[in-house]
């Protein structure tokens, strides 16, 4: 099983950028995926879940109206879509897949500053 993230970087604030991860090893379609993050010193927060069709999404109150999710499932990948980022969207963005086990990524650094 594997979760790889990509896309993440350097942004100033108000930019964009656009995270991806690519699964392999187990059934995708099947399951849920979300996106977490972690800041330095703090507990690693829920951003955005889809359901395992597309047909569900929830976003976290600091991102909506900023960032969107979306799936592909004939391709295995799930995208965080981020804009007008905030120096406060720092951290290390991690891919999770749930359904009968939940599976990680390795995470990928954002970091928002001028």
């Known amino acids: 099983v594997q979760l790889v993230e990509s896309g993440g970087g350097l942004v100033q604030p108000g930019g964009s950028l656009r995270l991806s991860c690519a699964a392999s090893?187990?059934?995708?379609?099947?399951?849920?995926m979300s996106w977490y993050r972690q800041a330095p010193g703090k507990e690693r927060d829920l951003v955005a879940v889809?359901?395992?069709?597309?047909?569900?999404?929830n976003l976290a109150d600091p991102v909506k109206g900023r960032f969107t999710i979306s799936r592909d499932n004939a391709k295995n990948t799930v995208s965080l879509q981020m804009n007008s980022l905030k120096p406060e969207d720092t951290a290390v963005y991690y891919c999770n897949a749930r359904a009968f086990r939940s599976y990680w990524g390795q995470g990928t650094q954002v970091t928002v500053s001028s």
């Open positions: 090893g187990f059934t995708f379609s099947s399951y849920v």
């Open positions: 889809i359901g395992s069709d597309g047909g569900y999404t």
